[in-house]
Nanobody, 120 residues
């Protein structure tokens, strides 16, 4: 399973940016998809997640500003970010929990990361 992210960029404070991540490869099914981020000198934190049934969760610091969505037919998850703040600057990593067969163990797969910089 490979995850390819896109959309990272430099944006001014208060601006908006959208990230996308598509899973490809041989897999039986994908459960949760979501995004983590890691700022310089800080631990990686979960930003948002979306279950296969559409249940979403967000870290408190992004609630009301970020929206996660997914297209199960395209195995793609999106993160729409608005009212961006300098503290949102980080490398954003896409992940998914998936099985490669109906008897395989559920595993977590990661994208390579995309840089989001919020600065004037």
């Amino acid at each position: 399973v490979q995850l390819v992210e896109s959309g990272g960029d430099l944006v001014q404070p208060g601006g908006s940016l959208g990230l996308s991540c598509t899973a490809s490869g041989s897999f039986f099914g994908i459960n949760t998809m979501g995004w983590y981020r890691q700022a310089p000198g800080k631990q990686r934190e979960l930003v948002a997640s979306s279950s296969s049934g559409g249940t979403t969760n967000y870290v408190n610091s992004v609630k009301g500003r970020f929206t996660i969505s997914r297209d199960n037919a395209k195995n793609t998850v999106y993160l729409q970010m608005s009212s961006l703040k300098p503290e949102d600057t980080a490398v954003y990593y896409c992940y998914c929990n998936a099985r490669t067969s109906n008897t395989a163990t559920l595993r977590t797969y990661w994208g390579q990361g995309t840089h989001v910089t919020v600065s004037s």
